[in-house]
């Protein structure tokens, strides 16, 4: 959990904030995969995450998040696919896969941006967090991880954890009960190969990350949550700078105990 430490309410209230980069959003049907994304408008060798989505969740509900990350000059592309309720775990991980190689591989904004082929990453909520690990397990490129809400996966995000020897930042939700962090997250922490956190946001409920109203909020039972969406946007933020960018002003929010 986020702690009441001045240095860190500090880091939470900047991080939380739009950065200094203006943004253009684009479309990855353009390399042939449905999707989206958000870059800075002009920028050579930045970095980049692939964002999975929750289960039957639209990538609009993540908007701005991967918004926010664009104006912190963090390229993120979120590919619409496995949106069904049967979705494929294995495509979905192979799908955020081929969206980091149209980041890593294709001139962005007319020339004007391009994407250091070192500086990638993978993100996502719900299923789309265990698809992350799953992807991020067959990737050495990938050099951070960031979950929020995971879903344990088929196959198994808790299998694969034990091939990822990148930075890891799992963020679960004290008051999830669709993918509650002690039988999903933690197990996964517990396998995790390379330096790992987990943090706990104890109102945080499984769709409280989201943005916006949608039908599963009656399904599942819960909706997004300002507050959720604040500290976590701040968290992932911190992560990427940090382990992508070698960014260390944010120690200080990073360093706190779960």
Avoid at 100 to 106: E, G, I, R, T
Avoid at 136 to 149: F, I, M
């Amino acid at each position: 959990m986020v702690r009441t430490d001045p240095a860190v309410r500090r880091t939470v209230e900047e991080l939380s904030r739009p950065g200094p980069c203006a943004v253009a959003r684009g479309d990855l049907e353009a390399a042939g995969l449905p999707g989206v994304v958000f870059t800075p408008r002009s920028g050579l060798g930045l970095p980049a995450v692939a964002f999975g989505h929750g289960w039957l969740q639209p990538t609009a509900r993540y908007d701005e998040l991967l918004r926010h990350l664009a104006t912190w000059g963090v390229v993120a592309a979120a590919p619409a696919t496995q949106g069904g309720p049967l979705a494929s775990h294995r495509q979905f991980a192979t799908d955020l896969r081929t969206a980091l190689d149209v980041c890593a591989s294709v001139r962005l904004g007319d020339g004007a941006i391009s994407v250091e082929p070192d500086m990638l990453g993978l993100v996502g909520h719900g299923m789309g967090g265990g698809c992350a690990v799953l992807a991020a397990a067959d990737d050495g490129r990938c050099r951070a991880v960031v979950t929020l809400a995971l879903a344990e996966t088929l196959p198994s995000a808790v299998a694969a954890a034990p091939r990822c020897t990148m930075p890891g930042l799992h963020v679960a939700g004290g008051n999830d009960q669709v993918a509650p962090a002690v039988g999903h997250a933690e197990p996964v922490v517990r396998a995790w190969a390379g330096p790992v956190q987990l943090r706990t946001l104890p109102k945080a409920s499984h769709l409280g990350f989201t943005d916006g109203p949608h039908w599963t909020d009656v399904l599942i039972g819960s909706g997004s949550e300002a507050a959720t969406r604040r500290i976590s946007r701040a968290l992932v933020t911190a992560f990427l700078l940090r382990h992508l960018t070698g960014a260390t002003q944010y120690e200080a929010l990073l360093a706190e105990a779960e």
